[in-house]
């Protein structure tokens, strides 16, 4: 993410802003030049569901947006930006809890949106010979016996509200024995569902080395899952793959190593934005001056070069604070180069 100011006085914005703190002007996101903009010209407008919140992107000012997608309370019309036209289910807002829920929902969202666009990745694809969009629902559980699924299904990303909320995250992630899980990292990795269909299941240029780095994604999905829950990761699981839940099947481990590519190129961007150099007094190993925008990077050994010091330092920072490392993962050889795959795919798709 970069940083961005106001335009009319230089103050620092957060990406989420709706008014500068220090004029109070109005500002929001604009999509197609991913600037912060000011309001005060008249040349733009909010999305429709600023009402509520929950968007700060804009849109040319008259502009009828993008229609006919679900947006607060889930009518269909026009109005709605790039990000929140892809809503096709959200939660009842008749409580303030599930309306905390959306809000971090949509944060979360709207900065996997962001990434997809840096990126320049389809946001339509075409797959099975059918038109395959990115559609988003957000629903809650009906009752204590029906639990609704977060997953992926032929472009429809489907989150369990619960995981909005940051009480029910850290107790699914203690029942799960996961190191790391947060509300963006479930965005992104589901998002990489989609981009195997859009980038790789038919096209028979990758899918070869799809399977020499992942496996196999023929092998039967829901019998690979049952096994991985009766028994967990293999004990040596770290040497070959990014997280044990990527053991399961080749389709997840694409997924959870997506999620960390999107989750390496945007913090390298922050940590590029604000200039940072990693020059410690001792360890020369550890140097490294981020000095250029990771999404312009084509040689990815020199994205790596600069991660791996950044994470260091920010876990040994987190440390200091007493909270948990910034990033509990170990990259083998083996998920660098699941990584590079990734890196190259989505420089192959942007270019096209």
């Known amino acids: ?42 040349a733009y407008q909010y999305c429709k569901n600023a009402e509520y919140g929950v968007c700060n992107w804009l849109l040319p000012a008259g502009s009828a947006g993008a229609g006919g997608s679900a947006g607060a309370g889930g009518d269909s019309g026009d109005g709605f930006c790039i990000a929140c036209a892809m809503n096709r289910v959200i939660p009842s807002l008749t409580s303030d809890q599930n309306r905390m829920r959306w809000r971090n929902l949509e944060v979360a969202k709207h900065r996997l949106i962001y990434s997809l666009l840096r990126l320049r990745l389809p946001l339509r694809v075409n797959h099975g010979g059918q038109e395959e969009a990115i559609v988003f629902d957000f629903m809650e559980n009906a009752s204590a016996g029906e639990h609704v699924m977060t997953g992926h299904d032929n472009g429809v990303i489907t989150i369990n509200i619960d995981e909005a909320d940051e009480a029910e995250r850290v107790r699914h992630k203690l029942d799960l024995g996961e190191r790391y899980r947060t509300l963006l990292g479930h965005f992104r990795h589901e998002i990489g569902h989609y981009y195997w269909d859009a980038l790789v299941s038919d096209n028979n240029k990758v899918i070869g080395r799809y399977r020499e780095l992942f496996g196999d994604e023929r092998k039967d999905y829901s019998e690979a899952l049952k096994a991985y829950y009766a028994s967990g990761a293999p004990a040596d699981w770290n040497q070959h793959f990014i997280s044990p839940y990527a ?41 490294a001056a981020i000095t250029q925008e ?59």
């Open 294 to 352: 990771p999404y312009d990077r084509v040689n990815f050994d020199r994205l790596i070069k600069r991660w791996l010091p950044l994470c260091f330092a920010v876990n040994s920072l987190n440390r200091s604070m007493g909270h948990a490392d910034f990033y509990p993962f170990i990259l083998s050889k083996e998920v660098i180069e699941k990584l590079r795959f990734i890196h190259d795919l989505c420089l192959a798709s942007g270019n096209a």
């Open 247 to 287: 053991t399961s099947h080749p389709w997840e481990d694409w997924a959870e190593t997506w999620a960390h590519y999107l989750h390496m190129m945007d913090t390298l961007e922050t940590a590029w934005a604000f200039g940072i150099r990693i020059d410690p007094v001792e360890a020369d190993g550890l140097k």
């Open 1 to 42: 993410m970069r940083v961005y100011t106001c335009n009319n006085c230089r103050n620092p914005l957060y990406f989420e802003n709706s008014e500068c703190l220090n004029c109070h002007h109005q500002v929001g996101f604009d999509p197609v030049t991913l600037t912060m903009m000011n309001l005060g010209d008249g």
